[in-house]
């Protein structure tokens, strides 16, 4: 049995506050078990009454040991927390994590005339949760996204795990929930870990989060609280509109990936031309499997399997929405038996998890663009497409540091995080195409991939990646025709 491996190119508070906190008993290294109530609060804050709003908040903190007020006796509930308040907060839970003791960490930064934060900063810099991004913003209120940033990396992810991330995804990706959050927004992807996380939920039923608003030291006390208590954490009371219209039911829901393959998906064993081998694919991909199993009944080369693995490889790219961007082969010189077992570098075992999450966000879009109107029943396939265009190129932008082996090569980057390359952008959109029923597959030079369709019945050739790289929706890569298209990009 010879084995061979292949994948695609590169497409590709300035106020200081007491250290007389608290030890659990049976500390251990990095363990939530350390996050224990050592405290009783006896009404040590004069402004944290039963019945103020967050009271419980504070007081947990206090419990807790992360947190013994101001000097003046209060907590400051209305008070606008400063960046190195923040700073302050998350050095201490990160260590109380990390050793059972919230002082021990910052403790070994300490120096004489440091301002209070200094050392909490430098002890999380040190952890890798800081840099140096927030320098000269650390006696300044901090934003709600700033926050966001400190306290969604604070914590490691199995401490914190993502419990809403399905929800949030596909509510976010509707564009029906969290709209004040762009791919623009600073630290958007922080501000998404919150709600994924259960650590925020937004400030209406539409989850508004005010990423450039200040926050008060009692609505940070709730984010901070959660993180050290699982059970405050919360999970959103969303529900993602499903367009339904007076003619019919628009919604995708159900569609599944083999539902995605159309045109020739007959099975031959011994395919000797790009066609049979784009067919055979095809017909894989149609039965939701990733191992193609072909019987060539006789004596095959090394380097005949190699060609058929290359042609492999340019059917599956041209599927490129399906996420598979590597192949290995495994085989028998003598019996011509041959097994193709497709993947994604990027993804590696968690391929599976990608593709349902970005299926399930492709569907999301795309009922939310009938429901709102953007997409109607009397549109053309060239209208609706041009809808899915812009929806690319306002929810994504270019990963410019991605390398070979990044996320950003394929379609789920870009409904995750807003970010991808070209390989993820045409996956996207073809995805998104291709759950309107429009026919369409990728095409390919050695460094670029972009999208034909046709769309009434004309190929089109369409540039998702270049459409987005002009800081607004460029539509001269839209639509295009073979000539226009091969002036910009030869094949």
Request: aromatic share 10%; net charge negative.
């Amino acid at each position: 049995m010879l084995n061979l491996k292949k994948r695609l190119p590169g497409l590709i508070l300035t106020i200081a506050l007491s250290a007389a906190l608290c030890v659990p008993a049976a500390a251990v290294q990095n363990s939530a078990d350390n996050f224990v109530r050592g405290k009783t609060y006896g009404g040590e804050f004069s402004d944290v009454v039963p019945g103020s709003t967050f009271y419980n908040n504070a007081k947990a903190l206090y419990e807790y040991g992360l947190s013994v007020g101001k000097l003046d006796g209060t907590f400051g509930l209305r008070d606008s927390v400063t960046v190195g308040q923040i700073v302050i907060f998350a050095g201490r839970i990160r260590s109380l994590y990390a050793t059972g003791d919230a002082e021990a960490g910052a403790a070994g930064f300490q120096q004489e005339g440091q301002a209070a934060y200094e050392p909490y900063l430098a002890y999380l810099q040190s952890t890798g949760v800081l840099a140096d991004e927030l320098n000269g913003l650390y006696r300044a209120p901090a934003t709600r996204a700033q926050v966001a940033h400190v306290l969604a990396a604070t914590l490691p992810a199995a401490t914190l795990p993502p419990v809403n991330d399905s929800l949030v995804t596909t509510a976010y990706a509707s564009r029906q929930y969290i709209t004040d959050v762009t791919e623009y927004t600073p630290y958007y992807d922080d501000i998404l870990t919150l709600y994924k996380t259960g650590l925020a939920v937004g400030s209406d039923a539409s989850g508004t989060f005010g990423p450039n608003n200040t926050i008060t030291r009692g609505a940070a006390a709730a984010m901070l609280t959660r993180m050290v208590d699982s059970s405050l954490r919360l999970t959103p009371e969303w529900t993602v509109a499903v367009a339904t219209v007076s003619t019919g039911n628009y919604s995708a829901a159900g569609t599944s990936w083999g539902d995605l393959i159309t045109g020739d998906t007959t099975y031959t064993a011994a395919p000797t031309t790009q066609s049979q081998i784009t067919s055979d694919v095809a017909y894989m991909l149609s039965h939701e499997t990733n191992v193609l199993e072909l019987n060539y009944g006789g004596t095959v080369t090394s380097q005949y399997v190699n060609s058929v693995m290359n042609a492999a490889l340019s059917a599956v790219k041209s599927c490129c929405e399906q996420m598979y961007n590597s192949v290995e082969c495994t085989y028998e010189g003598l019996t011509g038996k041959v097994t193709m077992t497709f993947s994604a570098v990027t993804a590696g075992a968690n391929l599976s998890s990608y593709r349902d999450y970005t299926l399930n966000a492709a569907i999301a879009v795309h009922d939310q663009l009938w429901s709102e109107g953007s997409i109607t029943a009397n549109m053309t396939q060239k209208e609706k497409a041009k809808v899915y265009f812009k929806w690319i190129c306002d929810n994504c932008v270019y990963d410019s540091g991605a390398g070979n082996d990044s996320v950003s090569h394929i379609a789920y980057a870009l409904f995750r995080n807003g970010r991808a390359v070209c390989d993820g952008y045409s996956g996207a959109y073809n995805l998104l195409l291709k759950l309107e029923g429009i026919d369409c597959y990728a095409l390919s030079n050695d460094d670029h991939i972009w999208t034909v369709a046709t769309l009434d019945g004309t190929s089109c050739h369409i540039d998702t990646t270049w459409g987005d790289s002009s800081g607004s929706v460029d539509y001269r890569y839209f639509a295009m025709t073979a000539e226009q298209s091969r002036s910009y990009h030869s094949w």
